[in-house]
């Protein structure tokens, strides 16, 4: 007799973003007439670059010939693209810095995905159905939803006002630590010595850092790390998820990649094993990124790539700017979006994080994203997002500064 796995049962209700539709839906068909401003969701808005459309269509037109098409290509990605990003590690400027990321990655430490999404669900899978996993609070649903179907035991660590947004240290033995930085809701960045304190406790405890680094392009401080790798120690106790959804607008073109160093260890394997076991699963479970996507990858690479999706990222974080320096002329409190397109706005009048959510939209018309929707520790908070066109965004700064009345 077939069983489900009642783990999905165990699963916290995912209501948030259709409960958002919903009452904007209802608040719409009681006044049609008003325009609606988006600044909620954690989605690109803006057109590819032009570099990185030749890219696609190069990767379009090689399909149409004989001797350039391809089919199945490397379960693990283009060798191509798997020495362009090594290469990236190694010599390209992060935004904010003077000097390059001079970090050291061998190609076959680099395994091209459809995106950091299903890498950041299907990794815990290489590890022991019985491991430990720690979890921030608040949180990106998808390390936490993955790892309850996968019926493992959840620490959590809070991240709040107190610490900055950047978790303390788990007080128990963990085995598995899921960190996002640039933090997706919180915009919160950590340092180099935060993160060398996870590094510390990792080795410490042959603990592994699941590190997500889906928004660094975002930093523009040039102390602050883009990649865990930044820190000394790192490589033997951390696999780094990445994406190009944010960085390049790939959302919907869909290509991202992870790290997993070949000096990764833990309680009882081999230098090499992790490496060779994600391998092994992904040549199982995944046949590889689209080629035509890999095209545009390598073109988001290239010198001219860097430029213009560098021009993309610095819109959206002009986004950031403009929507912080209003909230905060209000007398409201918000942190995040200096280093990370989010922006987490402390809800004004001991409001709950609905009670704000519906507060902005009747009065300002303007949807944002309730914070007790990633966790309970964002309860009292409100997630803003620097994705959307620089219209709606001022729109939506005016008609908040006109009709919030705080
Ligand atoms: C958007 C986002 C990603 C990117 O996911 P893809 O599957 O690559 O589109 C990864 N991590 C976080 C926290 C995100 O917000």
């Given at each position: 007799m077939a069983k489900i796995n009642s783990n999905y049962r165990?699963?916290?209700?995912?209501?948030?973003?259709s409960e958002i539709a919903k009452r904007t839906e209802a608040f719409l068909e009681k006044n049609p007439k008003v325009e609606i401003l988006k600044l909620g969701i954690g989605n690109t808005t803006e057109p590819l670059a032009p570099s990185v459309i030749d890219g696609l269509i190069n990767g379009v037109k090689k399909l149409a010939k004989l001797d350039s098409y391809t089919g199945y290509g490397d379960e693990q990605g283009d060798s191509r693209l798997r020495q362009a990003l090594?290469?990236?590690?190694?010599?390209?400027?992060?935004?904010?810095?003077?000097?390059?990321?001079?970090?050291?990655?061998l190609a076959d430490e680099i395994f091209i995905s459809d995106g950091a999404k299903p890498d950041a669900a299907n990794i815990s899978s290489i590890f022991s159905p019985d491991?430990?996993?720690?979890?921030?609070?608040?949180?990106?649903?998808?390390?936490?939803?993955?790892?309850?179907?996968?019926?493992?035991?959840i620490v959590y660590l809070s991240a709040d006002e107190k610490n900055g947004f950047i978790p303390t240290l788990p007080k128990q033995k963990v085995d598995l630590i899921f960190l996002c930085f640039p933090n997706n809701p919180t915009?919160?960045?950590?340092t180099k010595k935060q993160l060398k304190e996870f590094v510390d406790y990792a080795t410490g405890n042959r603990a592994v850092i699941i590190f997500d680094a889906a928004y660094s392009e975002y930093i523009k401080d040039k102390n602050l790390p883009t990649s865990i790798y930044e820190i000394k120690g790192a490589k033997s106790c951390a696999i780094e998820l990445q994406s190009f959804s944010k960085s390049a607008g790939f959302t919907g073109v869909r290509l991202g990649w992870t790290v997993v160093p070949k000096d990764l260890i833990v309680e009882g394997s081999q230098p090499g094993e992790i490496n060779q076991f994600w391998h092994r699963r992904q040549t199982t479970m995944f046949n590889g990124a689209s080629n035509i996507a890999q095209e545009g990858g390598l073109a988001i690479l290239s010198a001219e790539g860097q430029k213009q999706t560098r021009k993309q990222v610095n819109y959206y974080m002009e986004n950031a700017a403009i929507i912080?320096?209003?909230?905060?002329?209000?007398?409201?409190?918000?942190?995040?979006?200096?280093?990370?397109?989010?922006?987490?706005?402390?809800?004004?009048?001991?409001l709950s994080s609905w009670e704000f959510f519906d507060k902005l939209l009747k009065k300002a018309h303007v949807v944002g994203t309730p914070g007790s929707g990633f966790g309970q520790m964002g309860e009292g908070y409100l997630r803003l997002s620097a994705f959307g066109h620089r219209e709606n965004v001022r729109k939506a700064m005016i008609s908040i500064k006109e009709n919030l009345n705080l």
């Open positions: 165990k699963l916290p209700k995912s209501y948030l973003f090594s290469d990236w590690y190694k010599h390209s400027l992060p935004a904010g810095a003077g000097k390059k990321r001079g970090i050291n990655l491991s430990v996993v720690a979890i921030t609070d608040p949180v990106y649903p998808v390390y936490l939803d993955s790892n309850v179907i996968a019926g493992k035991k915009g919160a960045v950590a912080k320096r209003g909230l905060k002329d209000m007398g409201l409190t918000v942190f995040g979006g200096e280093n990370a397109p989010y922006l987490w706005v402390k809800c004004p009048e001991g």
